[in-house]
């Protein structure tokens, strides 16, 4: 009796975790919720340390941080209120893992010296997923 007990504890026990790590799906239901395009500057390829970024998402997250935390802004950047809470700027990664972005896109963006426009999408003000696009 004692095993089965534990081993119903140990079931429920999995099933919550693997709920609670559920992946965001495109289920139609989420929609556009912001866009704006920013020009990738050199500021934006190197964090607040020095430290030179490699990954697109930092540095589209770093741009939005230069933009709305230290007000280090190229001309041009538009900006969007949805990245303007350090919250939702901690969740780009994810929410760019969740979305598109075309291989060549990245490179330039790592590269910098480009412009970009972000998709946010999502339900209400939820963020679930960003698409990215490198623009003239």
């Given at each position: ?13 999995m ?38 970024l ?63 426009k ?19």
């Amino acid at each position: 009796m004692k095993k089965l007990i534990l081993s119903l504890l140990l079931a429920v026990s999995m099933a919550d975790a693997a709920a609670a790590q559920s992946t965001i799906t495109r289920d139609g239901s989420a929609k556009l919720i912001e866009s704006y395009r920013a020009y990738i500057g050199n500021d934006d390829l190197y964090n607040s340390k020095g430290e030179r970024l490699t990954a697109p998402w930092q540095i589209i997250r770093q741009d939005r941080a230069n933009y709305h935390a230290y007000r280090r802004r190229d001309r041009g950047d538009e900006g969007d209120s949805f990245f303007s809470l350090p919250s939702n700027r901690q969740k780009l990664e994810a929410m760019l893992a969740n979305g598109n972005i075309a291989d060549d896109a990245g490179n330039y963006i790592v590269r910098g010296n480009v412009w970009i426009k972000v998709d946010i999408y999502g339900r209400g003000d939820i963020g679930e997923w960003v698409d990215v696009h490198v623009q003239d």
